[in-house]
């Protein structure tokens, strides 16, 4: 966890204070909402269909449990009393009144959180792996630098205007959890054969209409140069991003253009000047956040304890341990994933309630400490393994023991047309009927890891073109109508889907996909090869013969 | 931003145009007295596109009230209710389709 | 339109010279890009200062040879969303060392002074009157800054970096 220091609140404080009065002058016709859309965009405030939707960043996806319990507060106060957590490390409030976001943002300064490039054309939240710092075999706790980059992004003097927005992610880990192959720039935290730390890094990733996958654009850049190469790119991007077609603005499609040689000669050719300037990082700098996060002090405990050992009677806890449990880099210890995807409900809401709960869980089982990943579930990072029955019994009494963590309705979901104003199709009615087609957990568990991402349009904040299955939202003569792919992911080996045949009505889609899973569990050469796997071995045309023969 | 006036307007049927109100986001329509409601059935319903031009004209000129004025399509019942004329705005008019997550 | 310079609304001795227009006999001058480079020569050899409007699509190398007689530098924001003209302020002022004044000019609102100020700019050709007068309050408005630039400021890493060395220094 990061504690803010007197700076970090300052700055704080005086971003509320300046927002307050941006507020005040568009509400008293000071500010045209032409000139007003762009700084309420750069404090995470958008127009959804019934009313404001205001965005709130989790950086790199830690939370307090005293912050977890500011966010259930607005919700309450100054929403509807629930959230929705994103795909991003951000939770969105749908229905806050513009006449109370300083309030509302005020009351989250206190505990440390703030909406700060939460949306508009500026460099986002940056990412991270919800399991950094716990996860075995990290090279290094990416969240350090995460909040470095938090920091020298947050209100960047030169690159606040970019062409469009901008998305760092970082992780530490062979396995990829912070999708970085789909972001503006992705950073691998690892180790030169010099044995220094550094980065690779990689450029130009990302979905929405047209999709690439992110090229490296330097296999190492030494931790010390990490700011000004970053500074590199974007100054090469704030120049000659293209501005003339917001379809055509991100960083992806100036690298496509350029091609990855030249756009990294661009670059290069900036760096030079810039990489002994102020911004070097020098290792005492890193110390000093470093310093600023807390670490619990775990106690030595055993590997099995005695109740765990009791509590592997009970099939339903060790079904949900089975699932929902994970590996911990300290013995006796587990990272715990809390599924926000119970049957039959919108994927990523969390009521107030659950959330005030769960901050007192989190106190009782997880040191205080909450984390928030792009699958839009929420995780405990330290949990003892002889409190796992207990922890379990009260996650359950408040409906978060849904043991379907990665499984096949452990749905990522966009708002779809239910809230969004640029959607062509309801997303949530979806993801909501698929949970229930697969609501058996036996079923789940046989059909084995299966992601399924849903977006409302082809901006794809449900990531569809990288689920195992994906499903779009379009329009056809005023019908809602959804196109379907399969094979993508979003992990190390990232890929996009393939479409597997014309796109059907929404009374069919929860049929299709029903088929789709069953062609696999026909297809597949034995129980462990994945769904993803299936797919990409025979390809796609095994699978549209089966689901299309009889459409 | 291009105003209304020289935007392409071609409507299909009767029309309202509708916004949201800019204190707290609420969804509005355009009245035919110049003044917005919270009730899609005290809109001004608009069946030509001259006519439509004019009302979305008049109303963004209301930049401090409302925000994103638009043309939306309605569907007028035989008893002469005005409903709306899409999944969007029926939306918009009763709400989200899906029950809320519920309280713990 | 209001111009704030050193902090205040100021007069504009610049006049600005259309292109195909008369030069005047002497006074400060400000013209466009491509006069400045068709004419340089005439330009530089009068009396009075010259000052030059750069437009926010073109490189830099152009200019550069000229900026030590260069009296202003206008950079340009087609519309506040367009932010390349921090760019070129940055490089004009770190990496060119351009010491003259640079103006921003366009669409100059209140919300974008301490960005402005922070890439260097130290004069502003201001949309609003009530933005002109809002400046000095506007200005003051942030005591941190996270990032190093150009304009004296330390960062907020720098500043802590400073403040352990002084503790760790006591005896
Ligand atoms: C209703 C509010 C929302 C609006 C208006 C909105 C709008 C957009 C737009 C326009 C894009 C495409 C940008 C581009 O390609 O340049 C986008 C991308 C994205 N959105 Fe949203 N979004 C909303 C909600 C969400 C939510 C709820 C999530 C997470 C669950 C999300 C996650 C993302 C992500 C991850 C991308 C990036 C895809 C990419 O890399 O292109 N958004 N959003
Ligand atoms: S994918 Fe489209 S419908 Fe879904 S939230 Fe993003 S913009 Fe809205």
Known sequence: ?551 | MTSPLQQKIRITGPSVVTANRTSDGVVIWRTGSKGWSTDLTEAAVVRTAEAARELLAEASNDDLGAIGPYIAPVEIKDDGKVMPGNLRERIRVKGITIELPLPA | ?171
């Open chain 1, 1 to 551: 966890m990061y504690a803010y220091d007197e700076l970090d609140r300052t700055l704080l404080h005086e971003r509320v204070s300046e927002f307050r009065d941006q507020v005040k002058r568009r509400l008293s016709g000071e500010l045209t909402e032409d000139e007003f859309k762009m700084l309420r965009l750069q404090n995470g405030v958008y127009l959804q269909l019934h009313a404001y939707m205001f965005r709130v960043a989790i950086p790199y996806g830690t939370l307090s449990s005293q912050q977890l319990r500011a966010l259930a507060k607005v919700a309450r106060r100054y929403d509807r009393g629930y959230g929705h957590f994103t795909t991003r490390q951000n939770i969105q409030y749908n229905w806050i009144k513009l006449s109370e976001l300083p309030d509302a943002l005020a009351d989250l300064a206190e505990v440390g959180i703030h909406a700060m490039q939460t949306s508009g054309n500026n460099t986002r939240n940056v990412t991270s792996d919800q399991w950094a710092g716990v996860a075995p075999g990290e090279v290094d706790d990416p969240r350090i630098w995460s909040e470095l980059l938090r920091q020298y992004t947050t209100l960047h003097p030169e690159f606040s205007f970019l062409p469009r927005k901008f998305k760092i992610a970082i992780t530490a880990s062979a396995h990829d959890r912070a999708a970085i192959k789909i972001h503006d720039i992705g950073l691998r935290l690892h180790k030169n054969e010099a044995g220094e730390l550094g980065f690779e890094v990689l450029v130009g990733g990302g979905l929405g209409r047209t999709p690439f996958i992110a090229k490296t654009i330097k296999q190492f850049v030494h931790r010390r140069d990490i700011l000004s190469y970053v500074e590199a790119i974007m100054r090469v991007y704030n120049q000659y991003g293209r501005r003339d077609n917001i379809y055509k603005a991100r960083i992806k499609i100036l690298v496509h253009e350029l091609g990855i040689d030249k756009f990294a000669g661009e670059v290069e050719e900036e760096w030079r000047h810039i990489r002994d300037s102020a911004l070097a990082v020098e290792d005492a700098a890193i110390d000093e956040i470093r310093a600023r996060f807390t670490y619990p002090t775990y106690e030595k405990q055993p590997h099995m304890p005695d109740e765990l050992k009791q509590a592997a009677h009970d099939p339903l806890f060790e079904r949900w341990r089975r699932n929902s449990v994970f590996t911990h880099k300290v013995q006796g210890y587990s990272i715990v994933t809390i599924s926000l995807k119970p049957v039959g409900a919108p994927p990523g809401d969390a009521t107030a309630d659950q959330m005030d709960v769960l901050a007192d869980i989190a106190e009782r089982y997880s040191f205080g400490e909450i984390r928030v990943g792009h699958e839009q579930n929420l995780a405990l990072p330290h949990v003892a393994k002889r409190d796992l029955p207990a922890l379990w019994k009260a996650l359950d009494r408040i409906g978060l023991a849904t043991p379907n963590v990665n499984l096949v309705s452990d749905i990522i979901a966009c708002p779809g047309l239910d809230y969004c104003a640029l959607a062509n199709a309801r997303s949530i009615p979806i993801a909501q009927e698929l949970t229930r087609r697969f609501a058996n957990h036996d079923t789940a568990d046989l059909i084995g890891r299966l992601h399924i991402n849903i977006s409302g349009c082809i901006n794809a904040c449900g990531h569809h073109h990288v689920g195992h299955i994906g499903i779009l939202g379009v329009e056809k003569n005023g019908e809602e109508f959804y196109q379907i792919t399969i094979g993508g992911r979003a992990d190390e080996q990232a890929e996009m889907g393939t479409l597997i045949g014309p796109a059907v009505p929404y009374a069919e889609v929860a049929d299709v996909v029903e088929d789709i899973v069953e062609a696999y569990l026909a297809l597949r050469d034995s129980g462990e090869e994945l769904f993803v796997d299936t797919v990409k071995r025979l390809g796609v045309e095994p699978f549209r013969e089966r689901v299309y023969a009889t459409r």
């Open chain 3, 1 to 171: 339109m209001p111009l704030v310079k050193g902090g205040h609304i100021a007069n504009d001795i610049f006049f600005h010279v259309a292109d195909g227009a008369e030069l005047p006999d002497d006074g400060a001058v400000l013209v466009s890009a491509a006069r400045f480079l068709e004419s340089s020569e005439t330009l530089l050899r009068r009396e009075g200062k010259i000052g030059v409007i750069w437009p926010n699509n073109r490189g830099l190398d152009d200019l550069v040879p000229h900026l030590d007689r260069l009296a202003l530098v206008a950079l340009v924001f087609p519309s506040f969303r367009d932010g390349r003209a921090y760019t070129q302020a940055r490089l004009l002022r770190e990496r060119h060392g351009f010491v003259g004044e640079l103006r921003a000019t366009g669409q100059v609102l209140r919300d974008q002074f301490v960005f402005m100020l922070r890439a260097g700019f130290d004069a502003f050709d201001v949309r609003k009157q009530s933005d002109a007068e809002a400046f000095g309050e506007a200005a003051r408005r942030y005591s941190v800054f996270y990032q190093p630039t150009g304009d004296g400021h330390l960062s907020a890493l720098h500043r802590r970096n400073e403040s352990h060395a002084s503790e760790s220094a006591k005896p």
